[in-house]
């Protein structure tokens, strides 16, 4: 059988015996090094399905497979970057990366090759100077760059990104999508990315997974991306082919999926 490299079957999610199905089945299939974003209306399930693929929710029915292997449990294959930081306040930038070294990849690396290994992934996010500072010492935007670059050393399979992006400020949103953008074609890493932002999905996806509105939320439709990599953001803002995948998008959630008028 022709298996994808991460698949979420017929998945189903509701919270109690008697709660509705917040999602109904989920069937998504993600090859190896693709970007997918997942888009939809806030309360939909967006991070109920990016949890249960991390492990930290259980599926209801149906269920995610990573390389053939059934998700039960948290794993270091599968890093997440939440919106709001998670960095542990009273270690310093490089202990906070290292700590997950040394947890996960680090465990068969000598001590020097754990610093090494540490530094290098720092400098993926170039925050390799700020490596002494604590978490309150930087800005937001640094401080995910830093979740960034702890997911990443743990090597995991699949990088979640959970809104990484929401708690910015547009000029250092964008300056951290392009980071990932560069981190993405030099390494390859598959990225299942929610987002509420219609651009910034066009511009990082190879495909858009649109939800339908919940309870009972399921996929609406998937979006291909068809723009050659790298993408520039400055040159795709006139570009036919983006408009065109922008003006989908919109149309699903505005018109097809638009939430009812707030009474
Ligand atoms: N632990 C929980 N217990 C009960 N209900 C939950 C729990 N987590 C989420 N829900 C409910 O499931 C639904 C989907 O929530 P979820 O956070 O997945 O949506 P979302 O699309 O990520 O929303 P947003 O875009 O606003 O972050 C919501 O109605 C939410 O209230």
Not at 35 to 42: E, K, L, N, P, Q
């Amino acid at each position: 059988m022709n298996r994808s490299f991460l698949e979420v079957s017929r998945l189903s999610v509701r919270f109690g015996p008697t709660a509705p199905l917040v999602l109904n089945s989920i069937d998504l299939k993600v090859e190896q090094g693709q970007y997918v974003a997942v888009i939809g209306h806030s309360g939909c399930g967006k991070s109920t399905l990016l949890n249960v693929v991390a492990g930290l929710l259980p599926a209801t029915l149906g269920g995610v497979l990573l390389e053939g292997s059934e998700v039960t449990e948290p794993g270091p294959d599968r890093a997440v970057v939440f919106q709001n930081h998670s960095l542990l306040p009273w270690l310093t930038v490089y202990e906070n990366v290292k700590l997950a070294v040394d947890r996960t990849v680090g465990r068969n690396m000598s001590r020097a090759e754990r610093h090494a290994w540490t530094m290098e992934n720092l400098a993926l996010v170039r925050m390799e100077g700020h490596a002494q500072k604590r978490p309150a010492e930087i800005s937001g935007g640094m401080k995910q760059r830093v979740g960034i670059a702890r997911a990443l050393a743990m090597k995991p399979k699949v990088l979640l990104l959970d809104e990484p992006f929401g708690a910015l400020d547009a000029l250092t949103r964008a300056h951290l999508q392009d980071q990932v953008m560069a981190i993405h074609a030099r390494l390859g890493t598959t990225i299942m990315m929610i987002t509420h932002d219609v651009d910034e999905a066009v511009l990082l996806s190879d495909r858009i997974v649109m939800m339908t509105n919940g309870p009972n939320a399921t996929i609406g439709e998937v979006l291909e991306v068809d723009l050659p990599r790298p993408r520039d953001r400055l040159a795709l803002a006139s570009e036919p082919r983006f408009l065109a995948a922008r003006e989908a998008v919109l149309r699903f959630l505005h018109e097809r999926h638009a939430l009812p008028a707030a009474a």
